[in-house]
């Protein structure tokens, strides 16, 4: 069996009952000896006992961080990647995997993400809802749980809308109102993630925190008031208010503490300065990042089976003459080529990576491209420039170099040139890529070559968003006659 696949039922574990949040000590080197049961969504997890103790409530938090780490093979990054320019499929006939990367996935094959994602999103409004409700917790632990809470809705939201559109926007448990909810419109979902992400900025700490969330710690693990600022930058930036999103992100860049930009093969090393939150892998001890699990090649190269996919050409010619990240991130194994970000794969057993979600120089990014849609160009160009000196090799002779971005780049050119290093920066990271190339408007040019290229048909704008699942449809009335267009109910 596919090894990727044979993850699927870790999906399902939780919204069936068969357990719970579990596997909290693993993550976080809690000395809990008892993870949280989570049972049944109406009954454990809305239980209020659950909210009356640090370890029990924190666990609720934890056993989402723990799911994302153990699924997320199967997520955004990896299927998103298939969809862009990221990823090839070695065995491009895969039942499973080639609807995705040929961009002709359909309603009634499409697996989706929605109710994986939205059963998480009511983990969280339950626990938002407990953590109000709670007379046992102290302030401090409070505010930290809900504003991890909060943080995570607001995170799944996004994903929910970037992928799907107008969706259900979910802040309860009721089921008798969520069974009746209709799709919101993009700009009020975006409202609410803002609206949350403001409110765990207030909430939460600026210090990472242990699994009882009451001590400091060295793991980047839990989220914290900074994760929640770069989020905000991110959605601000998709929101187009340039102003808020330049703000935020030199609020994070600025907080020299805590973070800093780091060599290329430092960064994505577990706890490095770069990392503002990760995700640590505790399916088995073996298995450091599910980057590492899932991109890196044996010497034999890629397969059908454990190994099916490896780096999209369109990736290799987009690195100009001496980027570095080329060197670094990119490795070869029987001729192909595959990301390399993270070093450690399958056969590994040190634990010496950890998956991160958010890194610093994402901030860079949005904030080059904030204060150059801003007219501020040429302090945009130079957050481009931090990124490329990093990225260059000041041994190497000057003409071998990768070359400084000039100061005084139209606004045309310098957008291009912020895609570009989005590109080569953030390439097999969380969807990034398929999400860029549709905010910016150039999905369709650029799909128009790469659908094609990658054996499939004619690209048509409606695939840029993923279909609702026809059985969705048939439980929720106020979804029927409403399915993306271009997909069949």
């Not at 909290?24 to 809305?46: D, Q, Y």
């Not at 924190?58 to 320019?85: K, R």
């Not at 040139?417 to 969807?431: I, S």
Request: aromatic share 12%; proline share 4%.
């Amino acid at each position: 069996m596919n090894k990727i696949i044979a993850y699927k039922p870790i999906i399902l574990l939780f919204k069936k009952g068969l357990t719970g949040i579990i596997l909290c000590s693993l993550l976080f080197a809690m000395s809990c000896k008892k993870a949280v049961e989570a049972g049944n969504p109406e009954t454990k997890i809305r239980e209020q006992s659950v909210y009356n103790s640090a370890g029990t409530a924190a666990a609720v938090l934890t056993s989402l961080y723990v799911d994302l780490s153990l699924v997320e093979i199967e997520g955004v990054p990896f299927i998103v990647g298939l969809l862009s320019d990221e990823l090839t499929l070695y065995n491009a006939p895969s039942a499973w995997y080639r609807p995705f990367y040929q961009n002709d996935i359909t309603s009634d094959r499409f697996i989706g993400m929605w109710m994986n994602i939205y059963g998480k999103v009511y983990v969280v409004n339950a626990a938002i809802e407990g953590l109000n409700n709670s007379t046992e917790l102290s302030t401090d632990i409070k505010n930290q749980l809900l504003g991890e809470a909060k943080f995570m809705r607001a995170f799944y939201h996004f994903y929910l809308v970037n992928l799907y559109g107008d969706i259900p926007l979910v802040v309860t448990t009721d089921y008798s109102v969520n069974m009746l909810l209709p799709r919101t419109p993009v700009k009020t979902v975006y409202q609410q993630i803002i609206n949350d992400l403001r409110a765990a900025d207030s909430l939460m700490g600026d210090k990472y925190l242990d699994g009882y969330v009451t001590n400091e710690t060295t793991e980047r693990l839990r989220p914290t008031k900074w994760a929640a600022k770069t989020l905000l930058a991110r959605a601000y930036l998709y929101n187009e208010e340039w102003a808020k999103a330049e703000a935020y992100a030199s609020e994070v860049i600025n907080h020299a503490a805590l973070y800093e930009l780091l060599p290329l093969n430092q960064i994505f090393l577990k706890n490095s300065r770069e990392t503002i939150w990760a995700l640590q892998y505790v399916k088995k001890s073996d298995i450091n990042a599910w980057e590492g699990l899932c991109f890196v090649l044996p010497s034999t190269g890629p397969d059908g089976g454990m190994y099916p996919v490896y780096l999209n050409d369109f990736v290799l010619q987009a690195f100009e003459s001496g980027d570095q990240r080329k060197e670094d991130w990119v490795g070869v194994a029987a001729g192909y080529h595959f990301p390399y970000k993270y070093k450690a794969g399958r056969l590994e057993t040190a634990e010496v990576e950890y998956s991160i979600v958010i890194r610093l120089a994402e901030l860079y990014l949005i904030r080059a491209e904030a204060r150059i849609r801003q007219d501020k160009i040429a302090e945009g160009i130079a957050d481009l420039n931090k990124l490329r000196e990093r990225a260059t090799d000041k041994t190497a002779p000057p003409a071998n170099q990768l070359k400084q971005l000039a100061s005084n780049l139209s606004e045309e050119k310098a957008m291009e040139a912020v895609l570009h290093e989005r590109y080569v920066e953030l390439f097999t990271e969380w969807g990034h890529r398929w999400l860029d190339l549709k905010r910016t408007n150039t999905i369709d040019e650029r799909m128009k070559i790469v659908t094609p290229a990658k054996g499939g048909g004619e690209w048509r704008p409606f695939q840029a968003l993923f279909p609702i699942s026809p059985d969705e449809i048939k439980k929720n009335p106020s979804l029927r006659g409403h399915q993306n267009p271009g997909y069949i109910e």
